[in-house]
C-alpha cells in the first residue's frame, strides 16, 4: 500500500491541480476547494484545521488520492488497487497516509499522530465516512418508537413512520405537548400497516382494534382518537442528529438523562468529527448524504418544543434540556433532510458525502 501509493506521487510530480480543487497550502488563505468549505465552518474550527495542517506543508505537491481509506484499497498478491478516486487533487503526499495505523512505517516527516490529526481535522467533513449507528420509527405521531436493524427509506422518509396520529375530543390532531402521557407509551409495527400499543404496563393493543380508541383514552388520561394520518411534504421526511451532538449535550449537561428518545430521531449517524461547534450537521444545510442507495439532501436544522423535556420509558422529565438547547444553539438541535433517491438502510450502512 505504501508502495503504490509512493509510486503515484513520485510519477505525478508537479501535475497541476485539479478544476475546482484546492491544496491544503492553497487553503490556507482560500475557503473552498473540491469537496472542502472552510467558509461553512465556525471560525475556531478552520482556525483549528489550518493549525493541524501546517506541520505537514512540506515537500513538492503532487497527485494524492484524498481518501485512501480500508474501504477504497484492495490488494491481491501483489496488486494494489485504489478505488473511488472523486477526492483525489493536486496535495502533499502526506495525506495518503493518514488513514494507515499508527505503526505504519509511511515515509512522512511528522509523527503519525499529528499525521491523522491533519488527515482527519482537516478533512473531518469531507474524508472520513460516518456510519448508522442507530435507525428507528414511530408508527403513532408524538409516541415512542421503535428501533429498527433495518428499514426502507423512500421519499416521505422510514416506510411505516408517522402513519397514525392521535386527536383530541375537538377531532384536533393532538401532540404530546398537550398530553405528555402519549411520550411514555410505544409504537411498534407488527406486520405492514399493523401496529400495536405498548403501555407502560407491557400491556398491548392493534391501533385498529375496535376498543383501541377507548384504552388509549384510558392510558393518557384524555379522550382521544386514532385515525390514519396524510403525508408530509417530501422536503423534510427524514430526522437525523450525530452521536457527537448526543455526547457534547451530555458534556454540556451532566445531570440530564440524553439519549435518542428524547429527540425522536429517525437515523443517529456515529463518526461524524467533531467541527468544534459540538453538532457538526447543523453545518450541513444543502449538502447531500448517500447510504448504500439512498441519496439524502439536508434542509433544515429541527426546531426543539416541550417535548424533548417529557417523560419517556428510559428518560425522566428534564426542564433544562430545553433551556440549554434554546439558550446555546438556538432552540434547534438535530437536522431534516429529503430523500432524492430510495432504498435500503441498516444499522452498520456506511455513509458518504456526494458534495
Known amino acids: 500500500m505504501i508502495r503504490a501509493l509512493t509510486v503515484v506521487h513520485q510519477l505525478t510530480v508537479g501535475w497541476p491541480q485539479r478544476p475546482g480543487f484546492a491544496s491544503a497550502r492553497d487553503l490556507l488563505v482560500a475557503d473552498r476547494g473540491g469537496d472542502i468549505r472552510l467558509d461553512a465552518m465556525p471560525?475556531?474550527?478552520?482556525?483549528?484545521?489550518?493549525?493541524?495542517?501546517?506541520?505537514?506543508?512540506?515537500?513538492a505537491e503532487c497527485a494524492i488520492h484524498g481518501d485512501a481509506g480500508a474501504g477504497n484499497v484492495l490488494v491481491a498478491d501483489d496488486r494494489v488497487t485504489l478505488l473511488d478516486w472523486d477526492?483525489?487533487?493536486?496535495?502533499?503526499?502526506?495525506?495518503?497516509?493518514?488513514?494507515?495505523?499508527?505503526?505504519?512505517?509511511?515515509?512522512?516527516?511528522?509523527?503519525?499522530d499529528a499525521l491523522v490529526t491533519?488527515?482527519?481535522?482537516?478533512?473531518?467533513?469531507?474524508?472520513?465516512?460516518?456510519?448508522?449507528?442507530?435507525?428507528?420509527?414511530?408508527?403513532?405521531?408524538s409516541v415512542g418508537g421503535e428501533q429498527l436493524a433495518a428499514a426502507t427509506v423512500g421519499s416521505l422518509g422510514v416506510e411505516g413512520d408517522r402513519t397514525v396520529v392521535v386527536r383530541n375530543e375537538r377531532d384536533e390532531v393532538t401532540w404530546a405537548g398537550e398530553i405528555p402521557a402519549l411520550m411514555q407509551l410505544?409504537?411498534?409495527t407488527v406486520a405492514p400497516g399493523a401496529i400495536d400499543v405498548v403501555l407502560p404496563d407491557g400491556d398491548r393493543f392493534r391501533t385498529d382494534a375496535?376498543?383501541?380508541?377507548d384504552r388509549l383514552s384510558a392510558a393518557v388520561?384524555?379522550?382521544?382518537?386514532?385515525?390514519?394520518?396524510?403525508p408530509d411534504q417530501p422536503g423534510a421526511t427524514l430526522h437525523l442528529v450525530t452521536t457527537t451532538t448526543l455526547r457534547s449535550l451530555s458534556v454540556a449537561l451532566p445531570d440530564s438523562v440524553i439519549d435518542p428518545t428524547r429527540f425522536r430521531p429517525n437515523l443517529v449517524l456515529d463518526d461524524a468529527v467533531d467541527d468544534g461547534t459540538g453538532h457538526p450537521e447543523h453545518g450541513w444545510i444543502g449538502r447531500r448524504l448517500a447510504i448504500g442507495a439512498v441519496r439524502l439532501r439536508f434542509t433544515e436544522g429541527c426546531d426543539r418544543c416541550v417535548m424533548i423535556t417529557k417523560e419517556?420509558?428510559?428518560?425522566?422529565?428534564d426542564r433544562a434540556v430545553l433551556r440549554w438547547v434554546a439558550r446555546e444553539v438556538g432552540n434547534t438541535l438535530g437536522v431534516y433532510a429529503a430523500v432524492e433517491a430510495s432504498g435500503p438502510v441498516h444499522v452498520g450502512d456506511e455513509a458518504r458525502w456526494l458534495d
Open 43 to 59: 471560525p475556531p474550527a478552520v482556525r483549528a484545521v489550518r493549525q493541524a495542517w501546517q506541520p505537514i506543508l512540506t515537500g
Open 87 to 112: 477526492e483525489s487533487r493536486t496535495d502533499v503526499p502526506w495525506f495518503d497516509f493518514a488513514f494507515l495505523p499508527a505503526t505504519a512505517a509511511a515515509p512522512v516527516p511528522v509523527p503519525m
Open 118 to 141: 491533519a488527515g482527519v481535522t482537516g478533512g473531518s467533513h469531507y474524508h472520513r465516512f460516518m456510519r448508522v449507528d442507530q435507525l428507528w420509527r414511530y408508527p403513532v405521531k
Open 186 to 188: 410505544r409504537a411498534v
Open 210 to 213: 375496535p376498543d383501541a380508541d
Open 221 to 230: 388520561q384524555a379522550k382521544v382518537t386514532l385515525t390514519g394520518r396524510r
Open 312 to 317: 419517556t420509558p428510559t428518560v425522566p422529565h
